[in-house]
Structure formats: structure tokens, C-alpha cells
């Protein structure tokens, strides 16, 4: 049953371009990180492990990722959501054996599906620039993947957070207000303190980024990953909770 | 007159005012916080304040609530029957189009005063600044608004096309990447004419970041003036020749 609904929400997908959609994310997100390489004696130092060439790297993907996907990601459960809301979906699912809440958790698992892929892609993609451009120093493989997989967990809570505002709020200014909103506080998170950070959701990229500028010098941090689990497990409880009760209500 | 009254009418409960309100408020919160956090000091009084709000909202999210608002007005006639009503009614293409962009360009000199009063508040009663926002400000502001309806004009173009609330807000984020792109390239012969870039360019007028010198000239404003007029023209022409061919559902 369950799988026969994943399936569904694939197929809805495909006349939603949510394809095109998770390109530009990517792209965008790409692209931001991409300046680093036009920052003046990025290229000249590729080959010295003093020019910290995968770190700023990493450190440029920390700061793109926070300004482009909270809208991207807001506008994807917008779309998954609101043809719902226009086509009386909810009501067609219900009857047919699955009811809101279920219906949202599946779109979680299809869209999480694609939203989780693009990132661990924009992350690939970051470190395919990377070699292109001709880095032979090391690559700082345990940094980047754990920023990785905590950008997953990020986006992730973020997709559940967007897919709620938008199934209990059918004008969908709202959860992509506060996608735009989100971006302030993404890009403004690594200069809050860590215990604001901890507030809301988006500030979470700025707790899993492993590097600092201090001044002109990029320093290692010891990144939040306790509390990038925390924000899994808190993430993952609400929104079961939530759904449960989306289960329960009249359509 | 008539289609300007009806698209303000149409705008009462739609909550743009959630826009036009907290977009811009956002900004300043976050320019003024940021700078009481970090403990830094405005070195160079309003303009340190001004830049420290202006930069990175000019660069994303002014942009993308342009987008919000654009498909806000359109939201509206892409429900129920009425994109037939419309279809059905007696003015023209152009007019309904006007009509359209007027609101828009109110809800964004709206959006911008609401920055201009938050800086205003924020210098004075957080950094107790002396004086007042010096007048360069006031024009920029002016010349911000101005680039901000080619902007709106081609996301009201989007939201006419596409039923989607939020695929047209998508387009405006890829356009603010781009439009980031052109500005650090300072390729100015497409920034003028890519209204996002436009849009970017004009907002960073006085601040020396992305392709400004720092100083505002009055070459740099007659250029963003008229790019601005020509593109929303241009955009206004070409949706009411789309709107034409537009059939009812």
C-alpha cells in the first residue's frame, strides 16, 4: 500500500518538474560555492596544502547551501502539497485508504527521496569541481562527509517543517514566507550565538560547519553533530506526532 | 482606473501585507543584530548601517518577495472560474496587465519605506546615530523601487503563465543566483538588461560590494533609471500580447 502511494507521489512529481525544480537547487547551490574559485590566488595554490584548497571549498558549499536551499526547499513541498489542496486531493485519498496524515508521510518519503539524493549530489559535484580545477592536495574526507550528511539531516527537517506549514495552511504565501524568512536566519546563523543557533531549524547549517574565517585564516571548528542528532530525533517525533493527529481529523 | 481599484481590492485579504511588512523588517533585524552580536562598531555611521541591511537583501530575498507577491495577485485568478471571468471581461490585455504591475509597484515602494523606517528606527534608537539617513539613501531608495518593476513585471508574466504558486518564485531564486553571478563577473552590458541583475545592482548603489564603486553617480542612476523603464515596458508589452492569446480553461 504504502509503496503503491510512494509510487504516486513519483508519478505527481513528474508533471510537478519537480526535476527541473531540484536542478536549480543543485545548480545554485554550485554555482554560489564556485566563486571560492574566482577569490584571487585560489587557482595558483591548488597543489600547496597551506592554500587549504578543499577546505575553503568546503567552507565557500557551507555558506551557499544555507542562502539557496531553505526556498528551494520551502517552494518543493509547496508543490507537492497544493495540488492537493486545489484537486480536493486530500478527500480522494482518504476515501481510497489514506488519510492526511498518512498522505504527507508519503510524500516525506518520495520527496526526502529526491531532496536527500540532490544534496549527497551537490555535495559530489562540489568535490568533482574540486578535481577538475586540479586539487591534489588531501582531501579532508571525514570533515566533508559529516557536513554532508548533517546538510541532509537539515534538509530533511526542513522538507517535514515545509510539507506541515503547507498541508495545515492552504495559502502557500505562507510556508514560502517563511522559507524566505529561514534564509535570514540561515545566513545569518554562523554569526549568532551557538545557543540562538539552536532555535529554529536554519540555524542548524551553522551548527554543522565545520570551518570559520577568523579574520583572513580558516580555521577548523568542532561542528554541532550531538545536536544535529537531536534535531533528527526531535524532527522526526514531530512530525510523526503531527501526522498521526492529521490522521484523525475530518477532511 | 477601474482594473488599478479592482487588482487593490482583490489585494485586501491576501495577506501581501505579511510581505511588504516582515520582509524588509527581517532585514533590518538580522543587519542590526548581527552587528550588536558581533560587538562591531559602525565605523562609518549610516552607511556602515545601510550596507550591513541592504547588501545581502538585495541579493536574495528582496528578489524572491517580489516573486511572492507577483504570484499572490495572479493566485487569485488561477482559482475557481475565475481566470474565465477574466477572460471574459470587457478591458483590455494591456489595462488588466497595468493594472497588475500599479499594485505591484505600490506594495514595493511600500516594502521599501517599511526598510527605510526600520533603518531610520534602528540607527537611532539601538546605535543612537546622529542626524538623519543622509538623502543619498532616500534616492536610492527611489532608484531601488524603480528596478524593482522590471522584476515584478516579468514575475507577473510567470504567475499569468503558471497555475503554480511557487515554480515562479523558484525562477526568481535561480534569477538572484545568476543575477549574483553577472554582479561579481561586472559583465554590466547583461546586467542591464536582466532585471534581476538589474534589481541586484541597484541595491548595492553607494555600498562598494558586487560591481559598485562605492560612490553613487549620477551616470550609474540615469543608466539604472532608464534600464528600468525600457525592461518594464518591455515586459508590461509583451504579458498583455501573452495575456491575448491566452484562451479560457
Partial sequence: ?251 | MGSVQAEFLKLKRSMSWAVVIVLPLMAVITGTTNTVVSGQQLDDGWKTLWLRVIVFYGLFPLAVGVAALASLIWRVEHRDGNWNALMGRRVSSLEIVLGKAAVLAALMAAMQLVLLAGTVLAGKLIFGLPGFIPSEYLLVSVIIVLACLPVATLQSALSMLMRSFAAPIAIALLGAVVSVGLLLAEINGLIAVVPYALLGRATQLGTGYFADSGSITTGTMLLLIVASAGLTALTVVATAAGLDRRDIR
Fill in chain 1, 1 to 251: 500500500m504504502i509503496a503503491q502511494a510512494v509510487h504516486n507521489e513519483f508519478a505527481k512529481m513528474r508533471h510537478l518538474r519537480v526535476g527541473p525544480l531540484v536542478a536549480v537547487m543543485v545548480a545554485g547551490v554550485l554555482a554560489v560555492t564556485c566563486r571560492e574559485l574566482t577569490t584571487p590566488g585560489f587557482l595558483e595554490s591548488v597543489d600547496d596544502p597551506a592554500g587549504q584548497s578543499w577546505q575553503r571549498l568546503l567552507a565557500s558549499m557551507a555558506f551557499a547551501a544555507p542562502l539557496v536551499s531553505p526556498i528551494l526547499i520551502a517552494v518543493l513541498a509547496s508543490r507537492q502539497v497544493d495540488l492537493e489542496h486545489q484537486g480536493n486531493g486530500w478527500l480522494f485519498s482518504h476515501t481510497s485508504g489514506l488519510p492526511a496524515g498518512r498522505l504527507c508521510r508519503t510524500k516525506f518519503l518520495a520527496t526526502g527521496a529526491v531532496l536527500g539524493a540532490a544534496t549527497l549530489i551537490e555535495s559530489a559535484l562540489v568535490i568533482g569541481v574540486g578535481t577538475l580545477v586540479g586539487i591534489t592536495v588531501s582531501f579532508p574526507a571525514g570533515q566533508w562527509l559529516a557536513y554532508t550528511a548533517s546538510m541532509v539531516v537539515v534538509n530533511l527537517v526542513l522538507l517535514a517543517l515545509h510539507l506541515l506549514l503547507a498541508t495545515r495552511i492552504e495559502n502557500q504565501l505562507i510556508g514560502l514566507g517563511i522559507g524566505v524568512l529561514g534564509v535570514f536566519l540561515a545566513a545569518s546563523g554562523s554569526g549568532m550565538q551557538p545557543w540562538l543557533a539552536h532555535l529554529t531549524p536554519w540555524g542548524y547549517y551553522a551548527l554543522a560547519t565545520p570551518l570559520d574565517y577568523r579574520g583572513e585564516v580558516l580555521a577548523s571548528i568542532t561542528p554541532w553533530h550531538l545536536s544535529i542528532v537531536a534535531l533528527a530525533v526531535v524532527g522526526t517525533a514531530a512530525f510523526l506526532l503531527i501526522t498521526r493527529r492529521f490522521d484523525r481529523q475530518e477532511v
